[in-house]
């Protein structure tokens, strides 16, 4: 990131400890790289993007920007020890009277990846490598095979949506706030997952991660793929730009074994292109009798989750999950697929899904037995809305709204989804970053509005929507709040404010009925 996209004072990323710098020519051998001559022996310790975080010994990537480009900030970043910048050409040009120690390269993306990765000691190779992609589901299925691995006996790391993890607990660092960080911070994290005693990583591979080349310099042992439902337009404009983005994941190049859930359409395309080309080799995951690792039969269970009988490979399983609904099911699946094909024990891992909780999952507020049932879920997408309402039986009451600066075109199928599947929905603000949050709800609102025997209120803020919501609700109806999750803060008007679902839930009722404290 360069300076102008980012105006906040910098935090440092996680960095590995007592690596050597190596010369800047061995780290770019035989990658498409000219050097200038103040660049050829240049000892490189570093690979930074930001030229405000950059130091001494420290390889500038200098990119283009949203606003300007990051060649701009190259004698800046020099001034505070950068030994070289690494940029393209025409970030060249723009330097080009500085005389800076530069490496220009036609695809400096790819390029800062690599060279990350062989600066940082190729710390991928040492640890069973699990990448997941897909619209939803991805973190999920991250929290179930680390939950699986760890009843196995493995350390492992895990990477995606709500943060980093080591062994279970979370690795502190300020770089959190995208689901795939950059290449830069990417392989430097893998060697501090590695040098913290991690033998196995579990990582989301996100759609714009993978078109930024951000997890170039790598190869996962097994990729899998959830599902393809409408997100991130925005910035890939057309599904089928954001479907080939999730596609270059089940490459031979990025993958040694793929997992596929065919019961999605775009999965059966994404198999169908493995199968042609004969690698990687794949196995198919889903409901339909003809998949691989098969899901036959589920049921809840007493504790809210689900019991599952699946026919793996051949071989029948039985096994509980602590979270509910059909897509939970399907993401056990994929689960059980990744830990069969990786070799793992499956005796020994399958007992640590019944244990797996998932914050902003369908995670369940427990407000006491005379209440409602209220679950808080991430889905801010329509396949997502769909899939969380259809997990709650009973009457339905739906709080959800949509994020401002983000693809506006979904704004009025989530609202229709929502009303198709909820008794009452509630429309409110998500993240409205710089948008007109009135203007954002309108949108959701007139998807909502206009199903029959549907109650459709525009809840404004989200405090009050979600008091409102509350003080409908009964003891039995089932209570959806959607689209922020684990999320702890709401960004309006570009400034981040305390707001965490389940606190404020949880506060709420506690105010309305004192008597249900310390049930």
Known sequence: MNSTDNPTPINRALRPVGLPARPLNELCAGLDVTLSPGA??????????????????????????????GARFAAQAVAHGAVA????????????????????????RHVMAVIAARLFGHPAREMLMIGLTGTNGKTT???????????????????????????????????????????SDLHALFAVMRQGGAD????????????????????????????????????????????EAKATLFTAAMCR???????????????????????PP???????????????????????????????????????????????????????????????????????????????????????PQAPRVYVDFAHTPQAVESALAALPGRRIVVLGAGGDRDRAKREPMGRVAAEHADVVIVTDDNPRSEDPAAIRAQVLAGAQGHRGVQVLDGQDRQ?????ALAMAQPGDALAVLG???????????????????????????RMHPESKGH
Not at 87 to 92: E, S
Not at 327 to 346: E, F, H, K, P
Not at 464 to 468: D, R
């Open 282 to 368: 794949f196995v198919s995951t889903g409901f339909d009798p003809a998949r691989n690792y098969r899901v036959l039969a589920w049921r809840p269970t007493p504790g809210g989750g689900e019991h599952i009988e699946m026919d793996a490979a051949g071989r029948p399983l039985s096994f509980d999950i602590a979270l509910p609904g059909r897509y939970n099911v399907a993401n056990a699946a994929t689960c059980v697929a990744i830990l069969d094909r990786a070799g793992v024990d499956l005796d020994a891992a399958l007992p640590g899904l019944a244990r797996a909780q998932v914050p902003g999952r369908m995670q369940h507020v427990d407000l006491g």
């Open 40 to 69: 050829l022996q240049a000892l490189v310790g570093d690979v930074e993007l930001d030229s405000r975080a950059a130091g001494p010994g420290t390889l500038y990537i200098a990119l283009p920007g949203t606003r300007t480009h």
């Open 85 to 108: 910048v690494l940029t393209d050409p025409v970030g060249a040009g723009l330097v080009s009277g500085e005389k800076l120690p530069l490496a220009v390269a036609p695809d400096p």
């Open 464 to 468: 009050h929507a979600l008091e409102l």
């Open 200 to 243: 196995a990583v579990v990582m989301e591979a996100s759609s714009v991660a993978l078109a930024q080349k951000r997890v170039d310099g790598l190869r996962f042992d097994i990729a899998a793929f959830t599902n393809l439902g409408r997100d991130h337009l925005d910035f890939h404009k057309t599904q089928e730009a954001y479907f």
């Open 141 to 183: 299925t991250a929290f179930l095979v680390e939950a699986a691995l760890a009843a196995a006996g493995h350390r492992v790391g895990t990477i995606g949506t709500i943060g980093f993890r080591l062994g279970g607990q979370p690795l502190p660092s300020a770089r959190t706030t995208i689901t795939t960080p950059e290449s």
């Open 257 to 279: 074994q793929a997992v596929i859930n065919t019961d999605d359409p775009w999965g059966r395309i994404l198999a169908g292109r493995a199968g042609r080309a004969g690698r």
């Open 484 to 510: 922020k999750g684990h999320e702890k803060t709401q960004e309006i008007e570009g400034v981040l404010h305390p707001f965490d679902d389940v606190a404020v839930i949880t506060q709420l009722w506690g």
